[in-house]
Every structure is written in C-alpha cells, then in structure tokens.
C-alpha cells in the first residue's frame, strides 16, 4: 500500500467530489485521481489499490487488491 494522500490531496478530492467531478489532479504528483464517488458507481472493486476506494476491506481481498487488510 502507498503512503497515504497529502492534506493538498485530499481537500483536492473534497472539492473534486463536491463539484461532481470524477477525477482530480493530484497537486503533488500531478497524477490524474479518481474520486470515491467514480469508483462507486463502476460497482465493484477493481482490486488496483484505488486512493480512494470505497469499498470494504473484505471485498478488496476478493477483487485482490495488494496489501488489502
């Protein structure tokens, strides 16, 4: 698992969900994000270890998410 976001991060994803969009940049890395609101709505975890994954731990093992507690 990856460090965990930056304050920048994720007040950027605060404001990216507010506005109803499905991604931000992240101000570090520059990185396109997807928000947990568009990994939500695919219905199911992918199992790539998403920043922001909304779904239960069990469910990431099962999708085989690496490092998924």
């Not at 969900?17 to 992918?46: E, F, H, K």
Request: glycine share 12%.
């Amino acid at each position: 698992m990856g460090a965990p976001p930056s304050p920048a991060a994720l007040r950027a994803h605060e404001l990216a969900q507010a506005m109803g969009r499905p991604t931000y940049i992240d101000p570090v890395s520059g990185y396109t994000v997807l928000t947990a609101n568009t990994l939500a709505a695919r219905g199911a975890c992918c199992g790539n270890g998403c920043r922001h994954c909304p779904y239960p731990p069990e469910e990431q093992r099962r999708a085989g998410r690496p490092g998924a507690r």
